[in-house]
């Protein structure tokens, strides 16, 4: 017997900026000291806390680097706000036709 066990998801995307900003804050940090200590621009930074930037891979090696938290966990953050994004882009076509 099979059980019917659907993955509950979020439709409030959480760009993982937020938990950045929150980071930052907790550990009284600018977004220049962060942006120093990751060897980019205190541009960057910010386009990443507003979600204009996407956290790659690199960026996220560079986060881990400055802040000692793991890369992984901001890729996880990323893929799941970008998910979120496309799930509610596609129910909003959906509802639309």
């Known amino acids: 017997m099979t059980t019917n066990n659907p993955r509950l ?10 938990n ?11 977004t220049q000291e962060l942006a120093d200590a990751m ?5 960057s930074v910010a386009e990443i806390i507003r979600a204009e930037r ?5 960026i996220a090696a560079a986060i ?3 802040l000692g938290i793991r ?17 509610l ?3 909003e076509a959906l509802a639309g036709d």
Not at 9 to 18: R, T
Not at 39 to 43: H, V
Not at 54 to 58: F, P, S, V, Y
């Open 9 to 18: 998801f979020s439709d409030l995307p959480i760009p993982p900026g937020e």
């Open 20 to 30: 950045l900003a929150e980071e930052l804050e907790a550990k009284g940090m600018t």
């Open 39 to 43: 060897g980019t621009s205190e541009q």
């Open 54 to 58: 996407l956290i790659t891979h690199e």
């Open 64 to 66: 881990e680097k400055a």
């Open 71 to 87: 890369a992984g966990f901001w890729i996880g953050l990323e893929a799941n706000y970008r998910d979120t994004l496309a799930r």
């Open 89 to 91: 882009q596609d129910r």
